[in-house]
Each structure stands twice: as C-alpha cells, then as structure tokens.
Nanobody, 123 residues
C-alpha cells in the first residue's frame, strides 16, 4: 500500500521560508500527479500546488503563486514544497496526495494522502 509521510513543518516568522518534504514508500512519483494541499482551521482543504506527470508541468493556486515551488527529487520518491515569503495566512496543516486517478486541481481524484505537517507563521 502506498504511504506518504510529510515533514518539514514548524514555526516560522513572517517573511521566512520552509521546505516541506513528502516521502513515498512502496511507490515512486513518476507515474501519477502529485499535489500539495493545506487546510487552515475552519476552512476547506485547498489544493495549492500540483506536479503533472503527464507533461511534467506545475500549477499553483493564486494564493501561493510566485512564492511556493513544487519539485521532485531525482529518484522521484520525495516531493518537495519550497515555501518563501510566508505570511500568517499560510498557517495550516499541509498534506501531500497522489493516486492513479489524480488530476491536478481536482481534489476529488486523490486517493492517497499523508497525515499532514503543521506550518505556523507567527512573530
């Protein structure tokens, strides 16, 4: 069974940076789309970035465009989300997700999820 484990979250000051990792076991990311989501308290889960293996393209929500970057390592067993210029609105639990039905920017198509990592932006 596919397992995804996120790491790299923590407390960071406004304007700071973090890099999240999503490690896959029994799986490599070279076949399916992979996405990063986040969910803040009282808000719906939001897809913020996606890597499409169909055409190796990336996509971003407007809320993070220009600040966040999704990437894969060479072996394609770890996905990353580099987050720069963080602000308080980025505070949330961040999840990675993938699966055979996965399609970028379509939240209902992701079958495999990690448990999330907390990111808190505060001074």
């Amino acid at each position: 069974q596919v397992q995804l484990v996120e790491s790299g979250g923590g407390l960071v000051q406004p304007g700071g940076s973090l890099r999240l990792s999503c490690a896959a076991s029994r799986f490599t990311f070279h076949v399916y789309d992979i996405a990063w989501f986040r969910q803040a308290p009282g808000k719906e889960r939001e897809e913020i970035s996606c890597f499409s293996n169909n055409d190796r393209s990336t996509s971003y929500a407007d809320s993070v465009k220009g600040r966040f970057t999704i990437s894969l390592d060479h072996a394609e067993i770890t996905a990353y989300l580099q987050m720069n210029n963080l602000n308080s609105e980025d505070t949330a639990v961040y999840y990675c997700a993938t699966g055979p039905r996965a399609r970028c920017m379509d939240v209902d198509t992701y079958d495999f999820w990690g448990r999330g990592t907390q990111v808190t932006v505060s001074s």
